[in-house]
């Protein structure tokens, strides 16, 4: 246990013995990998989480080889049942079916996973108990408590399973609480409007194509279930997740002019209407209920580090603008997250270790910033119905062009050398400003 933790939390509110070296809230894909991280650095990690494992989580299930490089980092065996492993991306739209192999890296695996996250996040958190951490379940943290004399987190409030409150205290606290994230907020920490958000929307069917070995992205939603072919606005997916279900679901983009008004609900039923039939995307295969969540993008809450506060995942809006991922980057920024905060609690003076955690929204923005930038741009872009019209004919029939773009959306490239591809994208990330 770091022997400086006390002495931390003594100076915002004397006499208060500390709970644990950092208090992580919430025990999704960000809060589970930094606290498993924290861990295994020796140090003493208590995780809040509000509802109790397993529990359902909106999700398309699709994990990219960013993710699947941190899920071994953890030491997660995904060679297990239940995984289902994909070789790429399946584009459709303008009349083409493109399948695009995950490109073959260094820095990268070549393939990519599906786990429904009814149990992915449980299976998370559950490493982290193993590296030491602790679980608090059905604890819901209300509110951060802030020190009186150094006006710094020193933990958290919370309500226990019995609804009684209950006052945690750490010298540090990470808010992997999601979108909302009321601890970022109770700090002052709000979204920025100009940022790019979408809506996820998505549900499962029982379906032959359950065991599809490639990720299925539709950049353009067709509604043939009138007299007329209607363009929906928004892109789909498919996902096989080996079950006897596949994952269908679609997003839409604050860019898109009809996103105030869209009924996403109604819009999924109406493409999956419009679907063969043989592929079992009905309403009498339909298993359970079509769900939503809100996809925080590009940065949309700063900065992720505050007064004793550091912000993962959805909290710190860490979803990539490019292709609304967000659990490769939840689980890379709780990483990086840990590593700071390790570093931190072990240097001897307060102003050395402030100084150190100043260093953590500095590593997000020189890792993302830039390429999030032209992730910003490229969600105009897609915004606008006649360039995705233009895109998807032009575009899609170059086998060349839809390579580079699923690194560029994808965000796979070798960081130093590679090809002329990622030379260009990482070019490209380091000119745009990261702002």
């Not at 509110?13 to 500390?18: Q, S, T």
């Not at 989580?57 to 960013?66: I, M, S």
């Not at 419009?274 to 940065?299: C, T, Y």
Request: aromatic content about 8%; some cysteine.
């Amino acid at each position: 246990m770091s022997d400086t933790r006390s002495d931390t939390v003594v100076t915002g509110r004397a006499g208060i013995e500390p709970d644990a070296d950092v208090i992580v809230v919430g025990a999704g894909p960000a809060g589970a990998t930094v606290a498993y991280h924290l861990a295994q650095s020796g140090l003493d990690v208590l995780v809040c989480e509000k509802t109790t494992f397993p529990r359902e989580k909106v999700c398309g299930d699709g994990l990219t080889p960013r993710a699947v490089k941190q899920l071994i980092a953890m030491g997660v065996d995904t060679t297990t049942e239940g995984w289902v492993r994909n070789h790429g991306l399946r584009i459709i739209g303008g009349g083409v079916r493109l399948e695009l192999p995950w490109p073959e890296l260094g820095e990268y695996p070549n393939f990519g996973l599906v786990r429904t996250r009814y149990d992915f996040d449980q299976i998370l958190v559950e490493r982290a108990q193993q590296a030491g951490a602790r679980l608090r379940e059905q604890t819901n943290v209300q509110q951060p408590i802030i020190g009186d004399r150094t006006n710094r987190v020193i933990g958290v409030r919370a309500r226990g399973a019995d609804g009684e409150p209950v006052d945690l205290h750490a010298p540090l606290v990470v808010a992997a609480d999601g979108n909302s994230s009321r601890l970022s907020v109770a700090l002052g920490i709000r979204k920025r409007e100009d940022r790019p958000m979408g809506v996820a929307v998505r549900t499962y069917f029982t379906s032959p194509r359950h065991t599809d070995d490639y990720l299925e992205s539709w950049l353009e939603l067709w509604d043939r279930s009138g007299d007329r072919d209607v363009l929906l606005p928004g892109y789909g997916w498919v996902f096989g997740v080996g079950d006897g279900t596949s994952n269908v679901g679609l997003g839409i983009l604050n860019s898109t002019s009809s996103f105030q008004s869209v009924d996403y609900r109604q819009l999924l039923r109406r493409w999956t209407a419009s679907m063969p039939e043989e592929w079992g995307f009905g309403e009498d295969n339909q298993v359970g209920p079509v769900r939503g969540s809100a996809l925080p993008m590009g940065f949309n809450r700063v900065p992720h580090y505050s007064r004793g506060l550091l912000l993962v995942g959805d909290a710190g809006g860490m979803v990539n603008p490019f292709n609304g991922e967000g659990i490769a980057y939840a689980m890379e920024a709780g990483h990086r997250a840990a590593e700071v905060i390790a570093q931190a609690l072990r240097r001897p003076t307060v102003q050395s270790r402030e100084r150190t955690l100043l260093s953590y929204p500095r590593i997000l923005q020189e890792t993302y910033g830039g390429y999030y930038t032209l992730g910003r741009y490229f969600v105009r872009l897609i915004g606008n119905p006649e360039f995705m019209k233009y895109a998807t004919k032009y575009g899609l029939p170059q086998p060349m062009l839809m390579r580079f773009t699923l690194k560029l959306l994808a965000n796979l490239t070798e960081p130093h050398g590679g090809d002329a591809m990622d030379r260009v994208i990482n070019g490209m990330s380091r000119l745009a400003p990261a702002a």
